[in-house]
Each structure stands twice: as C-alpha cells, then as structure tokens.
C-alpha cells in the first residue's frame, strides 16, 4: 500500500531522513496553526528504551502525565533495555527494536525521537498534535531509544522523526523534556497563558 507523505506546517516530513535540518520559519505571531482551534484529542503513548527510571525522574513523568491529562488520555510505557543481556551492540538494538514493533499498532501514528530527527519548535510539536488527530490514526505514539538509539524498524515504522535537541539526551532526559512539550503544545492548542 502506497502511503502519501505527512507534513505539517513545521515541515516534518512522514519519511524520515527525507527532511533534515533547520525548522521552517514560523509565523511572526510564533502561534500554532491550531490556536484557539478544536483539535481531536487523540490518545497518546511514549515508550521509551531504559532501565528503571530515577525516583526523581518518575515523579516528574507523573506530573505532566496528569496535567495532559485534562487535554487526551496519555499512556507512559518503559521498554526494558538489553532484554538478552548481550554485550553485542547490533543484537541489543534488534532486541529493543523488536520489542518496541510489538508495541505498536498498525494505526499508531508514530513520531521517532531521534539525534537526526528535524528540529521543531514547541508551536511545530502542536502543529504535529494538531495534523495527526487528522490523519484517521487511532492514537499518536512516541518512541524513544535506549543508549544506542532506536532500530531500523521502528525508525522505517516512523510516520514522523524529531529530535528535541542539537544534544544527545540520556533517556529520562528526554523523556521529561518530552512530556514538558506535550504539555505546551496542548497549552498552545488552547491558547492558555503556560506557553508566551
């Protein structure tokens, strides 16, 4: 089955590696395409590759998992990383990949987070928000790698890939940051005073 390429605004492209790069201007205004606009409040779930989190760590995935939840229910699920305890690089990303594929569905629509993903900017994560409730996708999933990053079926699985930062971020970093823009976008989305 031939599938079209997503884009938004924000110029993330549906195949990634296709759309690398600076983000696309946004408006002056620096506001959502959705603003103040009904957008379906589709589900949304993380995974994410890694060890047990930090006491710190959970607790503040805890915190936004509420606050989001008063915009779309949100699912956190923690994938655990090396499942055949190997010391083969290659064997534990299959591993992780293989384990994150049977997490998703075929009516997910997935955004990968990864160090070569396209930068956007939290009015582009609304933006990405906004589009996938209007893709027919049942729910938005996000996948995060463990240490060595994601597998090549997950990243191909992709309907989108962003990277939150220029930086390579350990897991629950990127996880916390994650969540935060999640929040903010939904903020955006409703042109409450979080985001200025």
């Known amino acids: ?30 506001r959502s395409k ?11 779930r993380v995974l994410t590759v890694g060890k047990k989190r930090s006491r710190g760590a959970q607790l503040i995935v805890e915190e936004y998992k509420e606050k989001l939840g008063y915009y779309c229910d949100i699912e956190d699920t ?6 055949k305890l190997t ?4 064997v534990q ?6 384990a994150m594929m049977l997490q998703l569905k075929p009516e997910d629509f997935v955004v990968v987070l990864d160090e070569n993903g396209k930068d956007v900017t939290s009015e582009q994560v609304a933006d990405l928000v906004g589009d996938a409730g209007n893709t027919g996708s049942s729910r938005l999933t996000f996948c995060i790698g463990g240490p060595y990053g994601l597998g090549l079926q997950v990243r191909e699985r992709a309907d989108a890939t962003i990277r939150l930062s220029s930086m390579v971020l350990n897991h629950q970093v990127a996880l916390i940051v994650l ?3 999640l929040y903010r976008a939904w903020t ?8 200025h």
């Open 78 to 83: 923690l994938i655990k990383s090396n499942p």
């Open 1 to 30: 089955m031939a599938v079209s390429p997503w884009s938004c605004r924000c110029g993330v492209s549906r195949f990634p590696g296709k759309s690398r790069g600076a983000p696309a201007p946004s408006s002056p205004d620096k």
């Open 93 to 98: 990303v299959e591993a992780e990949d293989m």
């Open 87 to 90: 010391s083969d690089v290659k």
């Open 34 to 44: 959705y603003s103040a606009q009904s957008v379906r409040a589709m589900p949304m």
């Open 179 to 181: 969540m935060e823009q």
């Open 188 to 195: 955006i989305i409703k042109g409450q005073k979080y985001h």
